[in-house]
């Protein structure tokens, strides 16, 4: 059975109890992302303090509708860049896509994804991909409107 | 694991049919058997398929409808024959049926056609839509038979209805929609997620007390039980070759010869016409104005030794046994506590295909462990994300059947969703 | 009749390519050798491409992009490295390529999208038509490059234009209609009556000075030459698998990767979606939104490995061959008294259709003559209608080449066409 | 060489030097027919005389495009319905699209074939025979424009 190497115990403890679920207030933006092939969703708000890369990451809050794996990657997520800041977390989001889509030939740094390392086991399954990426992903873009809409209150185009 | 064993209780011998079938001997995650539970997704294809389109390329492949030469003649042939061969299969005049490339091509040129029928005049005046005008569908629909009717809609001002669906999974007659004002009316023949059989002669019949034209999704059943759309009555079907043991790349839209003569065109380019001019242009008779273009030909003739196959087999005896593990798989199904089966439970007007949640494990994770183990089922939505949402969920878990498929492999079925829920259980 | 042998100047072990090609070996015509010569039609596919298919489906087969078990991973695997290798082979990125059934279907595509472009808003809008805009074509285009186009202007408004042909069967650059009222420029690469090979960056400067779109019917030059669309820097570009010795029931659509972003979907159903309600839905990212339904999967694995038979030989490789053919056939024709050859008599910017007429026989009857010897050819407008008009004639004699033709088989059809003089000869 | 059982000296004799071409008045109807594969066209009119199945047929006349096989048979076809009523006429016109369509399978019957049974040879070749129907398809459809048209004005509904 490959099942424990891809559901590793701390998957399944996020997944059963996940951390800072739910949505709060107050917020600079919220996303709504979606897995089409298996109808997936995540709703997911930021709320960051300063600006720029070195902006601080105060709250991430969402509510998901998914897998374990998804589930468990979004809870994780908050773990991982709440207190740090925009830099920091890119760059664990960057590690964390890296290896989720290295299909098992991208060696996690344990270092820089924390545990997170333990959604290595995920990237041998392609069609699961998606689910650890789906709160990631859902981040991603939502920091980024943040950062944008700033951008454009300082009258800087992209 | 439990062994794949061809334990059946119906006529079919089970063993020697799976000896047909190449990829079934094969193993998945780390030397299991595979246990082969997505037909409804896409079927898998026996040696004869397989071979009768390799003689063809090997033999007569050319240009059909288009050359002079001996190989054109053979190959337009066999083409034909084809088509033939599949009229019969499923009740149709060989002039009746289009080749598409999959069933969701035969849906877009019917509402296609709707649509360019405001360019031309005379019998094509039929299909036109303007605001005001309805067309009806169902909540149970396939995407396929869903967005393009959405399409169709944007472009005409028309106005989408549809039939709901009861807690049970059956269509639900009393939410009819249908309305003098209905043109057409689109539905599925079979379920690919509840298994529910609807009840075709009754939508006929309010379809046409109205006025309006009916199209029938024929994708689960045609390949798993007999169908005859001049008994049904039905003015458009489609279906699609990869679900039927054929090749895929190839589906079949079948029309009702007056409607397909005064449908216009929707694909254009060559072997659809009948006079070109830089200006203008005017088109070939049915079926050939809808299929423009070099065709899929050796998939044509795939898909005709797919139906030779299920022929000799019998489509009674393929739906019987389809029954019998539908059958299975539901009472076995239904006696694991935590398991809630999506559809009807009793197999009255209903196929083989078996969907249903997991209380406390997602479907994707039920599919993971089912997947570990072998056993290949689809998780999701099933492009039927409305019917999804209808019963207050975003996935279940799919089993389907074809003839190919054994009682053992609905029991493995059963014991890997059980390791599913001790796997994720809180206890572990 | 002249015995096959595979007598070639060029660098090409032809006998080696030829025992490739199953096909070949057959006789006609009360055992006659095939002598054939109308890969301009669709081309006869070598072993590598008839294993390539069965293995997949022997060993992966599954719906792609849909399941989540191992079956699904490995055919999604198949399909997508599929997509990748073919479009490496036409210098595109993989997201640039949309798999269709044919050419034509691909141009059906852009030319749809373009009048869908009305129901949308946003980076839509640039593909939008009105009455008042241009659609520029030439007088040389297949049917399949024309009637799409004829159609798009019936349902928007716009106005169909085009180049002209010289007496010697080139664009005539003279007759540009380009202004600033065009929207899109569609044109054949090379000709599949003359043979001739346009000049593509001339039209698509042309094009861009007024800021229309430009699309490449590549049909003909991509199964013959080394071809790269972002070198060519057009932005949408087809071609069909059957032609370049792949499968038939596979196409595909080149487009520029913002351009496929910004385009509104064509055929709808599943695999091309976002989210899905009874209302309304929106679409998936390229190429998938311009994929709908379970697509031609075992066709796209047979087109990549006819990608990689060709890319072995070298396209620079098969562009000499056939030139060489193409230089033999045009000599040794023109010197036969009373044939005239339609289409460039120098081997400068053409390619291997050789299409003639033969003084008082007409062209079927030519083709019955050398069908009698064995010899397959193509009779007839070969769907380019008005071309044949331009030249005050209804139908031709087309000769076209591919890697596995011989200078023997060049003879044997000048033979050929000898013999049908003589046998219609007043002097019989 | 199967080539002179396809061709018989009587087809390449009408095809050089073909019976009754050219257009001429007066005429009841005339039609235009097009084989789409490969472009052959013919023009053909009728002039009729009486009414009904017993109608003469006066004079067939054609300007045709196209290959030995259509020519050779629109000549013919001449040949065989003029003086002839349109019953008659239409005997042999299903005779004559009955072994054309026939694969070689169908045993063409000389009394009423006349000459026509020259053009067996063609239906052994699927791509010919629409060359072979070309005009007689034509024929067909001129006659059925008068005798329809006379219907008519007789009041009588089709
Ligand atoms: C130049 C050209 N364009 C378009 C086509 C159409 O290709 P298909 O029939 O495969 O769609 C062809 C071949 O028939 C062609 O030669
Ligand atoms: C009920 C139903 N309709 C339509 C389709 C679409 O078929 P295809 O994807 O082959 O076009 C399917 C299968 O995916 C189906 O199950």
């Known amino acids: 059975m490959q099942l424990e190497q891809m559901y590793q115990e701390i998957i399944l403890d996020h997944y059963r109890r996940p951390h800072r679920q739910g949505l709060r207030e107050p917020f600079d933006a919220e996303t709504f992302h979606v897995n089409p092939t298996c109808g997936d969703e995540v709703k997911l708000r930021v709320k960051l303090s300063g600006a720029g890369p070195d902006a601080v990451v105060e709250d991430v809050s969402y509510d998901a509708l998914g897998c374990s794996i998804s589930q468990a990657a979004t809870s ?75 951008a454009q209150t300082n009258g800087v185009k992209r | 694991m439990t062994a794949v064993h061809t334990r059946t209780a119906s006529a079919l011998d089970v063993t020697k049919i799976r000896a047909d079938f190449p990829l079934l001997a094969r193993t998945v995650r780390d030397g299991k058997p595979l246990v082969y539970l997505d037909s409804g997704a896409t079927s898998q294809r026996p040696r004869q398929v397989l071979d009768a389109e390799r003689a063809f390329l090997e033999q007569h492949n050319a240009a059909v409808h288009r050359g002079a030469h001996q190989l054109a003649e053979e190959a337009t042939d066999a083409y034909e024959s084809a088509r033939a061969r599949i009229a019969a299969f499923v009740g149709a005049d060989p002039a009746e049926l289009v080749f598409t490339k999959n069933a969701t091509e035969g849906i877009n040129l019917v509402a296609y056609a709707m649509s360019n029928a405001a360019l031309v005049d005379g019998d094509a005046e039929q299909f036109r839509l303007a605001p005001g005008d309805e067309i009806v569908i169902t ?171 299920l022929t000799e087999i019998g489509m009674d005896q393929v739906a019987a046994h389809e029954a019998e593990l539908t059958r299975a798989a539901i009472d076995a199904l239904d006696a694991v506590d935590g398991v809630t089966i999506i559809g009807p439970t009793d197999v009255v007007d209903r196929g083989g295909a078996v969907s249903f949640v997991v209380d406390g494990v997602h479907a994707h994770d039920v599919g993971q462990v089912l997947d570990d183990r072998g056993i290949a089922v689809r998780v999701g939505h099933h492009c039927a994300w409305p019917l999804h949402r209808r019963f207050g969920l975003a996935a279940t878990v799919r089993a389907s059947f074809h003839v190919y498929n054994t009682l053992d492999e609905v029991n493995a079925l059963v014991d890997g969703v059980r390791a599913a829920q001790e796997f994720f259980g809180e206890t572990r």
């Open chain 2, 139 to 309: 909540e149970m629909e396939h995407h396929a038979n869903l967005v393009p009717w959405q399409e169709l809609c944007r472009r005409t001002g028309a106005t989408l209805k549809w039939f709901g669906v009861t807690d049970g999974g059956r269509l639900d007659l009393d939410t009819d929609p249908i309305t003098p004002l209905t043109k057409i009316v689109a539905f599925t023949h079979q379920s690919n997620v509840l298994g529910t059989v609807n009840p075709v002669a009754e939508l006929v019949r309010r379809a046409r007390e109205v006025g309006a034209l009916t199209l029938l999704d024929a994708c689960q059943s045609v390949p798993h039980s007999p169908v005859d759309f001049h008994a049904l009555g039905v003015d458009f079907a489609v279906f699609s070759g990869h679900k039927m043991l054929g090749p895929s790349g190839v589906g079949v839209l079948y029309g009702r010869s007056e409607l397909l003569e005064a449908m216009p065109p929707f694909l254009t380019g060559g072997s659809m016409i009948e006079l070109v001019h830089m200006e203008t242009s005017s088109y070939a008779p049915p079926p050939q104005r809808f299929e423009a273009g070099v065709p899929m030909t050796s998939q044509a003739v795939g898909l005709a030794a797919a139906v030779d196959y």
């Open chain 1, 76 to 150: 994780m997520l908050t773990d991982l860049v709440v207190g740090r800041t925009v830099a920091e977390s890119f760059t664990t989001l960057e590690a964390f896509q890296a290896m989720a889509q290295g299909r098992g030939q991208v060696e996690p740094d344990e270092d820089v994804l924390g545990d997170a390392v333990a959604f290595a086991g995920v990237a041998r399954y392609p069609a699961r991909v998606k689910c650890a990426l789906l709160g990631w992903m859902a981040f991603k873009d939502a920091v980024a409107r943040v950062t944008d809409s700033a």
